[in-house]
């Protein structure tokens, strides 16, 4: 019997260490709770759980991963001071883990894991905002390395938005905590990016993914599609909060005592610039003394902005190449490169707008976005760029392979790619007009700036 039990715990649990020291009550009992919890059944499971977790609960992580799981149900099912009594067990449970594993639990991780289901469960603990913003703010100072849950840095900074609109946190602050939220997300943003990147450019290569790397390629999408998400509901809970009218007033009177601050500087500028405020007087000032105290990429952008606007696009342009030959960050190069590309797009030079954007997808795969760009330039120029109408229309066939790039390799942006996937080829010539025309098969070329070729789809 010993040795079946032992055979079962090496199966599911994969100890490496000699069972012979251990208690053999917490082997049997482990054995059965993890065979309850992998059947859902957690009801069943709490029992012995706790009788393992109790005796001996430095045994084995299982007791921490899947009392989480069972004492999660618990709290589901209950109500009152129950309910209260689990949720508060729970986090006693991450604390345990913390004192008996440390090294497989990242404080900020486990820290904002208990603020977020005391938030989730604030009515019943009667916790106020103050009360729950300093737990978050506790946690993300603690250890900021490992404190990327989404939805907890999407609740950190909804708290902080509370307690300005409250009256209890200052303008800066709230601007401040911005900051330090959209950076952070940045941060986690690249660093999934360019884990996918890699698998993408092994798929692209011809290269089948192993399962392994199926499995990752799926996390890093769901992640970034969950961090695409809060960011934009992260800019929507600031909202009119950050405009220019309180911007500008803030930052005037805070410029004396930071013109020497290169991170104030840049976000100040930053600030502005995303907020269209660049007309004021202050941004030229913020930018200035940016660029003169730490010349950089962004202080670059920002003077080629200030250029553009004096409607000087030859000295913009090379502020903005300068800022990409000063960027060395892969990721960060690719934001200037689409950030750019953006601004020519929208005055109409769709051949540069273009280059810039092809520079995005080979820096940063896994960005659809510039795709979605060119696929809507070209079926802006599709009247314009073609001999008859069929070659006109024929434009939006190269506009709908474009958004099936997008749709391929950014999950953030699939749903919209392959809405303007169908608008195209709603747009682009049908079978029939295809069988009337006998041209199925045939390669078109189409001039203007486009200069690309696109072939008309068989008829089936």
Known sequence: MKTKITLLFLLFIGLSFGFAQQDEECITKLSIF????KAKNYDAAYEPWMAVRNKCPKFNNAIYVDGEKILNHKIKKATGAEKIAFINDLIKLWEQRGEHFTSKTPKGEYLAKACQLKYDNREALSLSKDELYACFDDAYHMDKDSFTNPKSLYTYF????????GGKKPAADLFNKYDDIFEKVEDEVKNYSEKLNKLIQKKDAGTTLTKKEGSYKRFYESYLKAYDQISG?????????????NLIPLYQRDFEANKTNAIWLQRAAGKMSQKECTDDPLFFKLVNAYHELSPSANSA???GLLKDKEKKSSEAIKFY??????ETDNFKKSKLYYRIATKMKAKGSYGKARNYYRQVSKLNPSNGRPYIAIASMYAASANNCGNNPFDKRAVYWLAADEARKAARVD???KKAAE???ANYLAKAPNKGEIFSSGRAGETIKIACWIG?????PAIQ
């Open 452 to 456: 690309a070729s696109v072939k008309v």
């Open 34 to 37: 993890h065979e309850y919890v």
């Open 321 to 326: 190449e300068q800022a990409i030959s000063l």
């Open 301 to 303: 952008y920002y003077l």
């Open 419 to 421: 809405k303007n996937i």
């Open 233 to 245: 509901s992260i800019d929507q809970k600031l909202g009119d909060r950050a405009n220019c009218e």
């Open 411 to 413: 999950p953030t942006v």
């Open 158 to 165: 909804s708290l902080m938005v509370d307690l300005y609109d």
